[in-house]
């Protein structure tokens, strides 16, 4: 069935270090795929989303390129810094107005 | 994009007894989605809600613990019937408007004790 997965966690760096958080998907047909950040104690916030191959989404620093080739949709962001500490989660969407499906979650730890 | 009213933030219960959230969106949409998250773990979907028909619910999930009423387009309930411990766990509603994404209420956190 359609899954995504997510590199294991935590993931601890230092302040303005490089970030990349893995994902692959397996799903049929062409999904939509999407970086959620939930901060400690907050809800889901959308970070970035793309509809479809080559698409890059962006927000706040952080991109991510839909790679069909690859199924791969890896979170980066140049220069990470304490407030980007959260747990970030993957997703897919088969199709429009069905529901997501998450990864495991990658939390992330920032230190100064 | 949405703006979706979630309630309550939070609560304590009893085991055996059953609590029942809301969710509250500003717009006209077509399924609505409940998912359970339990203490750090991931999104699991519990059901789609789609207005006018009985919801549909995930492997795992029954109407018989968690009920789910969709009366209109705009709000929709979710029970957690029965409650026991390892019902324990964030649930939250989820609606997709059409070219702004997936958004999602604040969450429910549940205690039950």
């Known amino acids: 069935g359609d899954s995504v997965t997510q590199m294991e966690g935590p993931v601890t760096l230092s302040e303005e270090a490089f970030l990349t958080i893995n994902c692959t998907y397996t799903a049929t047909g062409y999904p939509s795929l999407f970086w959620y950040v939930q901060y400690p104690g907050e809800g889901l916030q959308l970070l970035l989303k793309a509809t479809k191959a080559d698409d890059k989404g962006s927000n706040k620093g952080f991109e991510a390129t839909y790679r069909k080739e690859t199924t791969s949709f890896h979170l980066e962001k140049g220069s990470v810094q304490v407030s980007d500490s959260a747990v970030y989660f993957c997703?897919?969407?088969?199709?429009?107005?069905?529901?997501?499906?998450f990864g495991k979650g990658t939390t992330l730890s920032v230190s100064s | 994009s949405a703006v979706i009213s979630q309630k309550p933030s939070r609560d304590i219960c009893q085991r055996g007894t059953s609590l029942t959230i809301q969710c509250q969106v500003d717009?006209?949409?077509?399924?609505m989605f409940w998912y359970r998250q339990q203490p750090g773990q991931s999104l699991t979907l519990i059901a789609t809600?789609?207005?006018?028909?009985?919801?549909?619910?995930e492997s795992g999930f029954v109407i018989d613990k968690f009920p789910i009423s969709r009366p209109n387009l705009t709000f929709s309930t979710l029970t957690v019937s029965n409650m026991s411990p390892e019902d324990s766990s964030i649930y939250l509603c989820s609606v997709d408007l059409q070219g702004y994404g997936y958004t999602f209420g604040s969450g429910t956190r549940l205690t039950v004790v």
């Open positions: 809600a789609n207005q006018g028909s009985e919801a549909t619910y």
């Open positions: 997703a897919l969407s088969i199709q429009a107005g069905t529901a997501l499906i």
């Open positions: 717009s006209q949409v077509t399924m």
